[in-house]
């Protein structure tokens, strides 16, 4: 038998039909079904178990990424509430500054514990002299003319100090500038 031979010989035979049966009720169908036809089924419902793929991905990263939103604003909150504290406590602060400044025996301790524990949390005191002014640190309550000007105002004293939470300013420092 030759090439061309055997070639017609694979084309004439018939493609086997599938006998598929389905229940309905009581009686059992049988259905003949082609190779072709199962073959686009096969098709039909592996686009569906992809799609369904695709929608279960794009699900699985929007609630990833609404987790980490959540987490995010829960963490801001927490820094939040303490530079609320921080905040609220700035007057008993600038009291006991006032008490120091006016002698008063026996609160150097407590200053000292309150300021380093809040310190610890995060709180920054803006309070340097001979620093370049800042205005987003600083609020400029008295100036005076400087002698050089190319290196722009100089914080030449602290009038109040100012105080930081985190990076994040709770009071600007009221200064005298130079300049």
Same mark, same amino acid.
């Given at each position: 038998?030759?090439?061309?031979?055997?070639?017609?010989?694979?084309?004439?035979?018939?493609?086997?039909?599938?006998?598929?049966?389905?229940?309905?009720?009581?009686? #059992?169908? &049988?259905?003949?079904?082609? !190779?072709?036809? /199962?073959?686009?089924? @096969? +098709?039909?419902?592996?686009? $569906?178990?992809?799609?369904?793929?695709?929608?279960?991905?794009?699900?699985?990263?929007?609630?990833?990424?609404?987790?980490?939103?959540?987490?995010?604003?829960?963490?801001?909150?927490?820094?939040?509430?303490?530079?609320?504290?921080?905040?609220?406590?700035?007057?008993?602060?600038?009291?006991?500054?006032?008490?120091?400044?006016?002698? #008063?025996? &026996?609160?150097?301790?407590? !200053?000292?514990? /309150?300021?380093?524990? @809040? +310190?610890?949390?995060?709180? $920054?005191?803006?309070?340097?002299?001979?620093?370049?002014?800042?205005?987003?640190?600083?609020?400029?309550?008295?100036?005076?003319?400087?002698?050089?000007?190319?290196?722009?105002?100089?914080?030449?004293?602290?009038?109040?100090?100012?105080?930081?939470?985190?990076?994040?300013?709770?009071?600007?420092?009221?200064?005298?500038?130079?300049?």
């Amino acid at each position: 038998m030759s090439t061309e031979e055997f070639a017609d010989d694979t084309e004439a035979t018939p493609e086997p039909e599938v006998l598929v049966e389905e229940t309905g009720g009581d009686e #059992v169908i &049988g259905e003949p079904v082609s !190779v072709e036809e /199962l073959l686009v089924t @096969l +098709e039909a419902v592996t686009a $569906e178990r992809n799609q369904h793929l695709d929608d279960l991905q794009r699900v699985s990263a929007e609630f990833s990424n609404f987790r980490k939103q959540v987490e995010k604003r829960q963490v801001e909150q927490v820094a939040q509430a303490g530079a609320r504290v921080a905040e609220a406590l700035l007057p008993v602060l600038d009291a006991c500054d006032a008490a120091l400044q006016q002698g #008063v025996d &026996g609160i150097e301790p407590i !200053v000292g514990f /309150l300021r380093s524990e @809040l +310190e610890r949390s995060g709180l $920054e005191t803006i309070a340097e002299s001979d620093a370049p002014f800042d205005p987003s640190r600083h609020e400029a309550a008295m100036s005076e003319p400087g002698e050089d000007e190319h290196d722009g105002p100089r914080v030449i004293e602290v009038l109040r100090t100012g105080y930081a939470w985190n990076g994040r300013v709770l009071r600007a420092a009221m200064v005298k500038v130079r300049g």
